[in-house]
């Protein structure tokens, strides 16, 4: 790739994935703010997007809009199949309600130095499929809810993303991968992010990550 500017992707910092109210709260999810606001303020990074995740209220991510016994949030799974092609599906685990358009929950929290943000992309629209990557859904025959992620940073001749933000096993990890697939040199700051499961979750995710040619490096890594 020929495309020369840098990004900096903040995955999904919203009230509902940090402490103390969020349905959803990442643990430390507000202690990486003060770092990423620094790497906002950095000269390196030519574009700067932030994430919503941006749920209609009947999402199928969310446990209560499921069946007994099948409803538990953070133990029950769902099978979510492409509408434009039932023979591609997969598991996804059911979560509690959380990121509702125009919810308190939804809003990036306000430590974040919004005004250094150019760019906020929504993700997770449409109900019928779950969407952690804020560049796709996991359907690829064919590809099913694109966001504008990938023609915004197209168009800005992006050629190296950065993600941070909430949380590392999942949205962070799904975007880093999604970017790595559309061609994008990858890389994950590891102080500006925050996991789910800080423990064995963290550690296989960032192995799977870096089988995929994601480099992980710290926010002093790259101010020097
Ligand atoms: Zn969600």
Known sequence: MTDSKVALLIVDLQEDFCPPNGSLAV????????????LLASPIFHVKVATKDWHPADH??????HPEPNNRPF???????????????????LWPVHCVQDSSGANLIPELDIARVDKVIE?????????????????ENPPFARSELPGYLKDNAVGKVYVVGLAMDYCVKATAEDAVK??????????????????????????????????????EDIKG
Request: net charge negative; charged share 25%; aromatic share 10%.
């Open 27 to 38: 643990s430390g999810g507000r202690e990486i703010v003060p770092i990423i606001n620094g």
């Open 60 to 65: 199928i991510s969310f446990a209560t809009n």
């Open 75 to 93: 133990e029950s799974f769902a099978k979510i199949v492409n509408p434009h092609n039932p023979s591609e599906s997969y598991e996804t685990r």
């Open 123 to 139: 993700k997770g629209q449409d109900k019928r499929v779950e969407m952690y990557s804020a560049f796709c859904s996991p359907f």
């Open 182 to 219: 559309e061609g994008f040199t990858t890389f994950v700051v590891e102080d500006a992010t925050k996991a789910v499961d800080p423990g064995e979750g963290w550690t296989r995710s960032k192995a799977e990550m870096e089988s995929k040619g994601i480099r992980f490096v710290s926010a």
